[in-house]
Structure formats: C-alpha cells, structure tokens
C-alpha cells in the first residue's frame, strides 16, 4: 500500500501564494505523517549526514505566473539544513538558467550558500553516455548524474495540453536533452519511461506537488480564467501515487468547474497506468492510502 499525504491550507488569501513559513509548517505536517523523523532517519539517512547533496527539481514553466513557489523551495531547505544538510549541498535545478531567473529563483553555482543552477551552466551539461528505458533513450542532466546524492522532485499540479496533466512525472522531462520527441500519444508512455531512466529512479525520493494554485485547464501555461486556488501540497516517496492523487484532485476541480473529464476532452492520463506496469509505483486508488490534513490560518501564525 502506498502512502500519499495532501496538506491543505485554509482561511488564508491564496490569490499571492504562502510565505515560507506557511509553506514551512505544511511540509513539517506532511512530512511528519510520512514518517517519524522522516527527512534525517527516511530521506537522508544516517551514513553521510552534512555530505549528502540534496537536489530540488522545481517547475519553472510558466515562469513567474506558476512556476513552483520560490517560498516553497526556500521552507525545504531551510528544513534540510535543520536535519543536517549542508547549506552548500542543497541544488535547486531546472534545464536552464534562464528558466529558473524568470521563476523567481537566484542563481548562485559557487561553494559558499544555497546552489541555485541550470544544466546550461558552464561545465555542468548532460550525461556523456545514454540512458534507455522502453521507448526513451536520453542523455541525463549532470546534476543528477553527478552532482547530487538524492533528488526531490518539486511540481506544479497543472492540466497539460499533450499529457493531460503536468505533475511529478512530467516534471522529469526536464533532466533530458531530448523531451521534445516525447510527447506523441498523450506523452505515454515516455513520462513514465523518463523517470523509469537509470539515474532519475535511483535519487528521486521524494515527491512535492504544489497544488495551492491550480491552473486546471489551458496549461501547462498560465491562464488565469481557469485558475484555482485549492491551497494544497501532496506528498509521497511513490511518485506514481502521487501523481494519481494529483489527478484525481485535478479532474474533481475540473468536474466543479462544469469541464469534461480528461479523457472526454482527448487528454487522457494514460502515462500512468504504464508507470505501474513497469514497477515505477502504484497508480490504483484502491491501493493507495491517502492522508488529508486540514490546517488553519490561527496553526500558521
């Protein structure tokens, strides 16, 4: 039986997201219901303590408008560093430099505070060898391949054009050189082959969908006609159920706004269904367990 956490926030203004220390009390309640301890004892481990290099995978898309919340971000490592992480050691990775200055992040490559860093920064790049999963075959980010030790995986829950929905496993497109040849048939089954790949299995541990802003239908973009503030976060160390929690967050927020269903509209999320053949994590409702935690705005300040 998976496990999947959904923390949700109420009673705040949604319309100009959480601060970090919103974001930072969700994650400790989402995270405490994970496990005991979970980041040092579950995630972290106890072998390399300050040596373990942590990277963060946001989604920068839609730049400044959706992209994952810097705050977010910010609350993960501030909780990483308290559980022994080195400041330096912590990565936040996109595929470009470019990509993560419009979201909002700061760029910082150096060997003093948090890294903040695409693959095209110079002497990063991708891996020299392929990689092959069914029907991909790619070269990997560096960052992934060498430079960190564990990954987080940090989504948007978005409806998406091609794929249906854009979460953690559509996420990891953006640790390949390729994904532009991956998105024929509803992007399956290459979402799930992309993080069937060797090195992105190995070092995703763990799984954070931001689903307090919504964008649940004409994504992956921003549009703010269909933009919904549910005031979310999802978390599981099984990215599949994860993701198949998002979607049925996603189709329930959808079927409110009097939209069709995913399939009914030609978007069908068929990736997942492929990502439980191959053994990458559970996608059955029936086998997942889900957790929902309510919390207030007087247990966030």
């Not at 990997?140 to 409806?159: A, G």
């Not at 190995?202 to 921003?222: E, M």
Request: aromatic share 6%; charged share 20%; net charge neutral.
């Amino acid at each position: 039986m998976s496990r999947v956490v959904v923390v949700r926030y109420d009673g705040a203004d949604l319309m100009s997201g959480l601060s970090v220390r919103q974001y930072r009390d969700i994650l400790q309640a989402g995270l405490s219901a994970l496990g005991s301890n979970f980041l040092k004892d579950r995630l972290l481990g106890r072998a390399k303590g300050k040596s373990t290099t942590v990277g963060i995978k946001p989604n920068c898309l839609a730049k400044h408008l959706n992209s994952t919340p810097v705050a977010l971000a910010n609350a993960l490592i501030e909780l990483l560093v308290e559980a022994g992480v080195s400041e330096n050691n912590t990565v936040v990775w996109e595929r470009s430099n470019r990509e993560l200055s419009e979201a909002g992040y700061e760029l910082n490559a150096s060997f003093a505070g948090r890294r903040c860093l695409g693959t095209d920064t110079n002497g990063v790049g991708y891996s020299s060898e392929f990689y092959t999963s069914g029907d991909v075959n790619s070269l990997v980010t560096k960052i992934l391949t060498e430079m960190v030790d564990i990954n987080i995986n940090l989504p948007v829950l978005k409806d998406h054009s091609l794929a249906g929905m854009s979460a953690g496993l559509k996420n990891m497109y953006g640790a390949i050189h390729n994904p532009n040849k991956y998105h024929g048939d509803n992007c399956n089954p290459f979402c799930a082959h992309v993080s069937n790949l060797d090195p992105i299995r190995k070092k995703n541990r763990l799984t954070v969908i931001d689903a307090v802003r919504v964008q649940y239908h004409g994504g992956p973009g921003f549009i703010g006609d269909y933009f919904y503030h549910y005031g979310g976060v999802i978390l599981s160390e099984d990215p599949v159920a994860c993701d198949t929690v998002g979607l049925q967050i996603l189709e329930k927020i959808r079927k409110d706004k009097g939209l069709p269903p995913l399939d009914k509209a030609g978007r069908p999320v068929k990736y997942l269904a492929s990502a439980n053949q191959i053994g990458l994590g559970e996608a059955v409702m029936d086998k997942i367990e889900v957790e929902t935690i309510r919390l207030g705005i007087a247990n966030m300040q």
